[in-house]
């Protein structure tokens, strides 16, 4: 799917398009900007994220020292309930206001309380007193007397008359904070959607008054329909490679006046949706590599640690046309625009240590920090960027939001006293039916699968492929055969349509 070049005279439009699937029990949203890979999100479906659910907890302890309490959720770690922020964690907006005062919790107390961050690693889930409803337009806070707006709204009047009538939507003790999208929003709206998040709370209290402790009394919405909510300004295509998922995408298209039920297309070929559009698969398994190229030649390395992520620029191939100051400038111009997709695409949060090559002049510093501070301004997650130092090595911040795309790809090598990663068993089988999906697709009855023994385990047992051998594959036959020698990432499919088949004693049928 080549883009058309543009004619003479003609202003270019970029291709925003979003491709959304499900399968191997994954839902996929990867985000494409004229083709390239922008961004990808990825949700498993039996556990979902739990960023932004609620849940009747119940305190196991308060630890004075650290002004925090740990609450029992039901999750497999308590979670961490700090109890001096107050309503900081809404400081990513403009705004005025005093939190209600904290409970007094104390140990046996049952309470509601909202992921702010998803457990990770051996750390269990943050949690806030200070409960938040999110819509398109308004973000409700019940228990929290703050006013604030989205800093992407930059018209002073707008802001002034948004606030103000966000102001009048609220009562005593409670808060609002105004989103981007409410720029363009009717009024009418904004009241609609107000009374809307306000019913939904009074439902969660409704419930928490019978549920047992550990019960997610209010569940932030999956994958997809985040995005729709929140994502699809200025989209051309929305592509979608299942069914069901593609009727409930539609549903939400035709309240959605900026989208539109006509943008919304169901994948019916018969290769995987990712490999048939730009690439994408390969686009995808490239995000596996620590050296990535940036567009005149230079590379960056990324390396990952338990306190940061680290990146290191180097000129590479690049030569420049003058001196050495330029080429070195130019080549972190070009790192500093790549650096901000990357920390997009693979979702990286926390602090990112840069390391940029060594320049003199003291105004080529700025412009590089000044240039990575705008490439990163694109990114919805909340940055923040420190002044590069004479070393040449710039800090920044960026707020970790949903899975580390890393925990999809990856998972611990069990050979190297999990020190090392190696692919992991949900991308390794996205990769093999995908695989097999080409193989129908070129004619052929019958399919043979040599793969790594434990993937083959493990598409067995968690029936990653049950979907499509009763849909699409329920007419074919897919034999497995296990090696003990291939490492996880290593599979071969081979067609044969014979109408006897000699295989191994090991091999086994798919379902």
Request: with cysteine.
């Amino acid at each position: 799917m080549d883009k058309a070049p543009a004619k003479a005279g003609e202003r270019s439009v970029m291709k925003k398009e979003w491709f959304f699937d499900r399968f191997c029990g994954e839902q996929l949203v990867v985000y494409t900007e004229d083709g390239k890979l922008v961004e990808l999100g990825v949700e498993n479906e039996k556990n979902g994220d739990v960023l932004g659910n609620i849940y009747k907890g119940k305190v196991c302890n308060v630890v004075a020292g650290m002004q925090a309490a740990f609450v029992s959720c039901g999750m497999e770690r308590n979670c961490y309930l700090p109890l001096d922020e107050g309503a900081a964690r809404f400081h990513a907006y403009d705004g005025e206001g005093n939190p209600k005062e904290l409970p007094s919790v104390k140990e046996g107390d049952e309470i509601l309380v909202q992921v702010v961050k998803s457990p990770r690693g051996s750390k269990g889930a943050k949690v806030s007193y200070d409960l938040s409803f999110v819509g398109k337009n308004l973000i409700y806070l019940p228990r929290t007397d703050f006013l604030g707006i989205s800093r992407k709204i930059t018209d002073p009047a707008v802001r002034s008359a948004l606030l103000k009538e966000a102001d009048k939507l609220r009562s005593e003790g409670e808060g609002f904070i105004v989103r981007t999208a409410a720029e363009t929003a009717d009024r009418r709206h904004l009241k609609t959607e107000s009374e809307y998040l306000k019913r939904v709370y009074r439902t969660v209290l409704g419930a928490a008054k019978t549920a047992p402790v550990g019960t997610a009394v209010y569940r932030e919405y999956d994958l997809p329909l985040k995005v729709m909510r929140d994502s699809l300004g200025g989209v051309s295509k929305i592509y979608v490679g299942d069914r069901e998922l593609y009727e409930k995408v539609v549903r939400l298209a035709r309240m959605r006046r900026d989208v539109g039920e006509k943008k919304v297309v169901l994948h019916e070929g018969p290769r995987s949706m990712f490999a048939s559009h730009y690439g994408l698969s390969d686009q995808i398994y490239k995000l596996l590599e620590r050296r990535i190229p940036v567009e005149n030649g230079g590379y960056l390395v990324i390396d990952r640690t338990e306190a940061m992520t680290v990146i290191d620029v180097n000129t590479g191939k690049y030569t420049g046309e003058s001196d050495l100051e330029s080429t070195v400038f130019e080549t972190n111009l070009c790192a500093a625009r790549e650096i901000a997709r990357q920390v997009r695409l693979r979702n990286l949060g926390g602090i990112v240590a840069v390391d940029f090559i060594d320049m003199a002049e003291a105004a080529h510093r700025t412009a590089v920090d000044e240039e990575l501070t705008r490439a990163l301004s694109f990114d919805r997650a909340k940055t923040r960027v420190l002044p590069m130092g004479e070393m040449c090595v710039t800090l920044f911040t960026r707020k970790r939001t949903n899975r580390d795309i890393g925990s999809f790809l990856l998972k611990s090598c069990p050979h190297c006293t999990r020190e090392g990663y190696v692919v992991s068993d949900a991308y390794a089988a996205m990769r093999v039916r995908s695989a097999i999906l080409d193989g129908f697709a070129e004619g052929y009855r019958n399919l043979i699968l040599d793969l790594n023994g434990d993937l083959m385990q493990k598409i067995l047992s968690e029936r990653y492929f049950a979907a499509e051998t009763q849909s699409g594959w329920k007419n074919s036959r897919i034999y497995l055969i296990p090696h003990a020698d291939y490492p996880a990432e290593r599979f071969e499919v081979r067609g044969d349509n014979s109408s006897v088949l000699t295989l191994p004693d090991n091999a086994r049928l798919l379902y």
